[in-house]
């Protein structure tokens, strides 16, 4: 069965130039903030403000999607994330900035809800698993080199310079979304019964045990990965900026290595074991984090996390397609993507108090104990490696 359609080459292809657009203004958006005058907190609700718009939109780019067709919610999208980036690079002041924060939230969160729910529409259960590896491969990708090529720009440039490639970037999908991906067709439903589905979602376990087990994920990544382990490094080990940054970079470049032969085994052997694995060896691999004090040794632990990150990371968005109900696909995928950016949101805040108390240890191990429970509430989901047997026409 083929796995390298087109289809999800260009949506993996397109979720790789979103995601490096969203990349290159990291490294320079809080320093673009204070150009304004403004305070720090300030400057950090930029961040926050991005990912709160696209909690809200991620189930109503879903409900769109399926109303109205993906295609056009991703068009949509790419257009609001090159509207958004002209006005950031032309912001007269910090208010105006804000507000095109909130709409590239917005444009995100349309452009993936909708790209996910086509991977999950077009690809049969059999091979769910490995076509979302290659999906999460154009992610991790363009996370991963849109910091550099942002921080380069604005050396090159100045602040505003990353937000004129985001623009650039934006039609580029533009361009790829109107020349390669299918049309399909609308579902045709009322909003009133895409609602309904919605809450059909919602009234099942399985489902609601995934968007725990998504949400503890982002928990791990936003807080235990890029907060507490940075400032544990920084502070508490006396580690310098380049250090840190290997440290950081090891679990990436592993995650991008495994994470296809990882979609293989979700294939294979199963989503529910692969996800239970790589849960409690995640579990493991956070706890431990607080008990080094090396650099050689954080590196290693670092990426053997990656490992596990990368075991854990295809299952759910992969369950999520299996426990949609039929012509509910962008209900399902928005509902999962709005749990994990809820962790997103909550992760730094629940390990910044261990944090603040220089309580690293008891962070890092709090983060690992809600691995362990989520991996217990993963054992409960249904397999769906064959077909999701409770799927019915909503």
Same mark, same amino acid.
């Given at each position: 069965?083929?796995?390298?359609?087109?289809?999800?080459?260009?949506?993996?292809?397109?979720?790789?130039?979103?995601?490096?657009?969203?990349?290159?203004?990291?490294?320079?958006?809080?320093?673009?903030?204070?150009?304004?005058?403004?305070?720090?907190?300030?400057?950090?609700?930029?961040?926050?403000?991005?990912?709160?718009?696209?909690?809200?939109?991620?189930?109503?780019?879903?409900?769109?999607?399926?109303?109205?067709?993906?295609?056009?919610?991703?068009?949509?999208?790419?257009?609001?994330?090159?509207?958004?980036?002209?006005?950031?690079?032309?912001?007269?002041?910090?208010?105006?900035?804000?507000?095109?924060?909130?709409?590239?939230?917005?444009?995100?969160?349309?452009?993936?809800?909708?790209?996910?729910?086509?991977?999950?529409?077009?690809?049969?259960?059999?091979?769910?698993?490995?076509?979302?590896?290659?999906?999460?491969?154009?992610?991790?990708?363009?996370?991963?080199?849109?910091?550099?090529?942002?921080?380069?720009?604005?050396?090159?440039?100045?602040?505003?310079?990353?937000?004129?490639?985001?623009?650039?970037?934006?039609?580029?999908?533009?361009?790829?979304?109107?020349?390669?991906?299918?049309?399909?067709?609308?579902?045709?439903?009322?909003?009133?019964?895409?609602?309904?589905?919605?809450?059909?979602?919602?009234?099942?376990?399985?489902?609601?045990?995934?968007?725990?087990?998504?949400?503890?994920?982002?928990?791990?990544?936003?807080?235990?990965?890029?907060?507490? !382990?940075?400032?544990? *490094?920084?502070?508490?080990? +006396? %580690?310098?900026? #380049?250090?840190?940054?290997? /440290?950081?970079?090891? =679990? $990436?470049?592993?995650?991008?290595?495994?994470?296809?032969?990882?979609?293989?085994?979700?294939?294979?052997?199963?989503?529910?074991?692969?996800?239970?694995?790589?849960?409690? !060896?995640?579990?493991? *691999?956070?706890?431990?984090? +607080? %008990?080094?004090? #090396?650099?050689?040794?954080? /590196?290693?632990?670092? =990426? $053997?996390?990656?490992?596990?990150?990368?075991?854990?990371?295809?299952?759910?968005?992969?369950?999520?397609?299996?426990?949609?109900?039929?012509?509910?696909?962008?209900?399902?995928?928005?509902?999962?993507?709005?749990?994990?950016?809820?962790?997103?949101?909550?992760?730094?805040?629940? /390990?910044?108090?261990? =944090?603040?108390?220089?309580?690293?240890?008891?962070?890092?191990?709090?983060?690992?104990?809600?691995?362990?429970?989520?991996?217990?509430?993963?054992?409960?989901?249904?397999?769906?490696?064959?077909?999701?047997?409770?799927?019915?026409?909503?």
């Amino acid at each position: 069965m083929k796995i390298l359609t087109r289809q999800t080459l260009v949506l993996s292809t397109g979720a790789f130039i979103v995601m490096l657009g969203l990349s290159l203004v990291v490294p320079i958006l809080p320093l673009y903030a204070r150009q304004f005058g403004v305070s720090r907190t300030a400057a950090g609700a930029l961040v926050s403000s991005f990912a709160v718009a696209r909690l809200v939109f991620d189930v109503a780019g879903g409900v769109l999607a399926d109303r109205y067709g993906a295609r056009r919610v991703m068009l949509v999208g790419a257009w609001v994330l090159i509207l958004s980036s002209i006005g950031a690079a032309l912001a007269p002041s910090y208010g105006i900035l804000l507000v095109t924060r909130v709409l590239e939230g917005v444009g995100s969160a349309a452009f993936a809800t909708s790209a996910n729910q086509l991977i999950v529409i077009a690809t049969p259960s059999a091979v769910l698993g490995r076509t979302m590896a290659v999906y999460q491969t154009g992610i991790l990708a363009g996370i991963s080199i849109g910091p550099i090529v942002g921080g380069k720009a604005a050396e090159l440039g100045d602040f505003r310079t990353p937000f004129w490639i985001y623009a650039a970037l934006g039609l580029a999908v533009v361009v790829l979304v109107v020349r390669f991906v299918e049309r399909g067709e609308p579902q045709g439903r009322t909003l009133r019964q895409v609602f309904a589905t919605a809450r059909t979602v919602l009234r099942r376990p399985a489902f609601l045990a995934l968007m725990f087990v998504a949400m503890v994920i982002f928990i791990m990544r936003a807080g235990a990965s890029l907060t507490l !382990l940075p400032l544990y *490094a920084g502070e508490e080990l +006396g %580690f310098g900026e #380049t250090d840190i940054g290997i /440290v950081i970079a090891a =679990a $990436a470049a592993v995650n991008v290595l495994v994470v296809n032969p990882g979609g293989w085994l979700v294939d294979r052997i199963g989503r529910r074991p692969v996800l239970v694995m790589g849960l409690v !060896l995640t579990a493991v *691999a956070t706890a431990a984090i +607080g %008990f080094l004090d #090396t650099f050689a040794s954080l /590196v290693v632990l670092s =990426a $053997a996390s990656g490992v596990a990150g990368a075991l854990a990371s295809i299952p759910p968005p992969t369950l999520a397609g299996d426990l949609a109900p039929d012509g509910a696909a962008g209900v399902a995928v928005g509902l999962y993507r709005s749990a994990g950016d809820v962790g997103l949101i909550v992760g730094p805040l629940i /390990v910044g108090v261990a =944090a603040d108390a220089d309580a690293f240890q008891a962070g890092f191990v709090l983060v690992g104990g809600l691995l362990v429970i989520a991996a217990i509430v993963a054992s409960f989901i249904p397999e769906t490696r064959h077909g999701n047997p409770a799927r019915t026409t909503e």
